[in-house]
């Protein structure tokens, strides 16, 4: 190993130390690139903490006294010079009891072709003689740390790099973060993308945090996640202008990181943006198979991780397929897979071939006489005469549902962290089986749900005249988990109105942390610490790369802020739902009346259907959401640990590899740096390229069903009738307002706001008319503070027109444009009941 021998100085810069304010043009080769940048940007009046910078010569002085080259190994005891330790006595006589933070400042890093970013010491809250010199020390044997050895090696150079170290107050930050002037993921240069956490930046810069992510342009600042609720849109906005400030003063896009305290926000560091920041979208390589394919949007509305669809569609397919063989479905199978990033889904009709179904009659004729087929109807008939329904659901109710739960919290009492290698790749094993075992008994839920729900509509509509809506309201106000998460939030704001102390921490700009409340109302925090416990594994998405409630604790309080002033009021909206499904039941038995056979049947449906209905809400929570926290939990773990190895650059970078690869993570030395950046910029490029709704020939309408024997014709009846009414087809507009589906009763007049993912949900403001996409179980945390619903698509036995009958909240589904033609603050009356949204001019 050499060292690079210091550049020369003039009699004036000879000094121990220098203050940053004074030390424009001195330049890089004495007190580093960091420090060089830093006090150019003071002398052009940008907001610098004022500091003092020891420079390269005393790196040197180090270095040789200690013979550091010589032994190849740091010293215990550092030898220094009696003039360096008192002058490293004076800096922290100057600052007294002032935190301060102590920085490496490398001549070679901070350059627009290597940023050496992180690489280096910093050693933060540093007071007194004797910290600050293990600190200045850390500092510089930073730069025999391996991770720079490695660094330097790629970029080709040689040698130890010249360490100047800068010393500057603490900024006690309420806010920081980085900022980009250039999208690192597009390079669009009209985006800045601003990252923040609460507190100090070291939480954003070591992984302990995943920040908020801001989009600012000219015209506004776009909020894409916000697990910590650090900023507001104007913070972020005035985060944005420094930043392009600093690019306007180098000419360059720039990469900052900024700090806000209090009303004040500082410039801790600016260096140019290097292509090692930039993801470019790259196109992966893909085939469109053959067959039929239709995106499901409604489950995976972005493109899915490389981990999550390296496994997870296929246990799917196979778990939706062995739901619907084992009563006899018309289906060969279920296929799912990944196209340019997209997830697809595809029927494969029996023989497996694809195309116009045959006329009714030769269809008869195929069913009796296939052997295939036959099976298939003996199969349905016997799940018939044995009510196979029944007694899977009772099978939830008995032994299933107690089963998860006890799974789950027994994986919730594991220390991940304290586990060996071996131990955690067994773990994420027994939580992949856990995951696996809950998405098959999921799928043997559905079809119960699918037939009893569907039948009994059927008849509604056959005998009654009643729309798919008008029949939901017998069902409705029987599935309590849907509103489970929200009524205990609703509880929660109650609590926290009831204390002044709290109340006082809710009513201010910034949403309070949990440790915040706890300094002033530690029974309303603790209350909340166990909400956060008991939906903490609930994962915010259906892609293992989202996170968890339990991981963002900000994102429970931010909803909760919302929560405050809504009178969400659940023995009300329970008391309206029972008396909505006692004038329903009251007024079909009335028209039934003198058709004993059909009110037997009606009352037999309407039993079975409201045995089924709740299923399909309480089983999401203990049999995928739950499960997909807990392997997500474990890979992070994983990637932590490879991060601290220095094979991965951050921990979520584990989501970009496959399970396999996870599997043999420990054991191999594989490439990953490579793969991941690979695997990162075709998730850039999915993200920028939305697959088409379908994919290949569409074969046409269902088969005509007629000549297929009764228990066949009638189950492949009610799968058709719910696959229509999950997913409908979108309503088109009429006049100047929008038309969907009714699925949900009721008028209300409100303010837009548009949410498109849950990155969005503290936009959400009291009495909001929420307009989405399309909503998963998890966003019932919601439902108690808005005043309607509208989506993009979904049908009335989607989960959002469940969960928004169970609050018994106005909603309109299956819009197809609410939120591409809506706009935010929009005032707006939604018609659930004619499922009709009039826009006021």
Aim: charge should be negative; include cysteine; hydrophobic fraction near 40%.
């Amino acid at each position: 190993m050499t060292i690079e021998a210091p550049a020369p100085r003039s009699a004036a810069s000879r000094r121990i130390s220098l203050q940053l304010a004074d030390s424009a043009g001195v330049g890089p080769s004495v007190i580093g690139s960091k420090a060089a940048n830093l006090a150019d940007l003071i002398q052009a009046g940008f907001p610098v903490p004022h500091g003092v910078v020891l420079p390269v010569d005393l790196f040197f002085q180090y270095v040789e006294a200690n013979q550091i080259i010589d032994s190849g190994s740091l010293p215990v005891e550092p030898i220094l010079s009696d003039d360096v330790r008192d002058e490293i006595a004076r800096i922290a006589a100057k600052f007294g009891d002032t935190p301060l933070a102590v920085r490496s400042s490398a001549s070679d890093e901070d350059l627009p072709d290597a940023s050496y970013a992180g690489l280096y010491d910093t050693v933060l809250g540093v007071v007194g003689p004797e910290a600050l010199q293990r600190a200045i020390v850390q500092c510089w044997g930073s730069a025999f740390n391996d991770r720079v050895v490695s660094y330097r090696q790629r970029q080709g150079d040689q040698g130890v790099p010249p360490v100047a170290v800068l010393i500057q107050p603490l900024v006690p930050a309420d806010a920081a973060g980085v900022a980009f002037t250039m999208n690192p993921i597009t390079g669009n240069r009209d985006e800045t993308v601003v990252s923040a956490v609460r507190g100090l930046g070291e939480r954003l810069v070591s992984g302990e945090a995943s920040p908020d992510e801001w989009i600012v342009t000219s015209h506004e600042a776009l909020a894409h996640r916000t697990p910590e609720s650090a900023l507001t849109a104007p913070q972020a906005r005035q985060v944005a202008e420094l930043a392009r400030q600093v690019e306007a003063h180098y000419g360059t896009p720039q990469d900052i990181e900024w700090a806000i305290s209090g009303d004040e926000l500082k410039l801790l560091q600016a260096r140019p943006i290097t292509t090692t920041n930039l993801i470019e979208p790259i196109k992966p390589e893909f085939e469109i198979p053959e067959g039929f394919w239709r995106r499901d949007a409604g489950h995976y509305p972005r493109p899915l991780s490389p981990v999550t669809s390296s496994f997870y569609l296929a246990e799917l397919a196979e778990a939706i397929t062995d739901g619907l063989q084992q009563f006899g479905a018309l289906i060969d199978r279920i296929e799912a897979r990944t196209i340019g990033g997209y997830a697809y889904l595809r029927m494969v009709p029996p023989g497996g071939k694809e195309g116009p179904p045959p006329p009714w009659y030769i269809l008869g004729a195929v069913v009796r006489l296939m052997p295939s087929a036959r099976a298939m109807v003996k199969r349905a008939s016997a799940a018939r005469e044995q009510d196979l329904s029944g007694q899977l659901i009772e099978r939830w109710w008995k032994q299933w549902r107690g089963e998860l739960f006890a799974r789950i919290d027994a994986f919730q009492q594991v220390d991940l962290a304290s586990l060996t290698d071996a131990e955690l790749v067994k773990q994420l094993e027994a939580r992949l089986t856990l995951l696996r075992d809950g998405n098959r008994i999921h799928f043997q839920l559905v079809v119960p749900f699918m037939i009893s729900v569907s039948e009994f509509a059927i008849f509604c509509r056959d005998e009654l005249g009643w729309t798919p809506r008008q029949a939901m309201d017998l069902l409705s106000g029987v599935s309590t988990m849907s509103t489970e998460p929200g009524r205990e939030l609703a509880e929660l704001a109650r609590l926290v109105s009831e204390s002044p102390d709290a109340l006082g921490l809710f009513a201010t700009d910034q949403v309070p942390s949990l440790s915040e409340l706890e300094a002033v109302a530690p029974n309303v925090a603790m209350t909340i610490s166990r909400y956060q416990q008991r939906f903490g594994p609930r994962s915010l998405g259906e892609d293992l790369i989202e996170p968890t409630l339990g991981e963002h604790p900000e994102f429970t309080m931010g909803l909760l802020r919302s929560q405050l002033g809504q009178e969400y009021n659940a023995e009300r909206v329970t008391e309206e739902l029972e008396r909505t499904r006692a004038e329903r039941l009251d007024h079909a038995r009335r028209m039934l009346r003198d058709r004993p056979v059909k009110l037997a049947r009606f009352d037999k449906l309407v039993s079975q259907a409201l045995r089924a209905y709740p299923v399909r809400e309480d089983n999401s929570f203990p049999t995928y959401q739950a499960p997909i926290g807990l392997v997500r939990y474990a890979l992070l773990e994983i990637g932590r640990r490879l991060t601290e190895e220095e094979r991965l650059d951050r921990a979520d970078d584990i989501m970009f590899l496959k399970i396999e690869e996870v599997r043999r993570a420990f054991s191999e030395t594989d490439d990953m740096a490579t793969t991941v950046k690979q695997r990162r910029g075709e998730h850039a490029w999915a993200l920028a390229n939305p697959g088409p709704g379908t994919y290949g020939p569409d074969p046409g309408d269902p088969p005509d069903l007629r000549a297929v024997p009764s228990d066949l014709r009638s189950l492949m009846d009610a799968i058709l009738w719910f696959i229509d009414h999950d997913l409908d087809t979108p309503v088109p507009a009429q006049g100047d307002g929008l038309s969907g589906v009714s699925a949900s009763p009721g008028v209300y007049r409100g303010p837009v706001r548009i949410i498109r993912s849950v990155a969005e949900f503290h936009k959400l403001q009291p009495g909001d008319v929420l307009v989405c996409p399309i909503t998963s179980p998890v966003w019932s945390v919601l439902f108690s503070s808005v005043g309607a619903l509208v989506t993009d698509t979904g049908g009335v036995l989607s989960h959002s027109a469940i969960i928004a009958r169970e609050y018994g909240i106005p909603a309109v589904v299956a819009t197809g444009t609410a939120t591409s033609t809506l706009t935010d603050g929009q005032m707006v009356t939604v018609d659930g009941t004619r499922g009709v949204i009039e826009v006021e001019q």
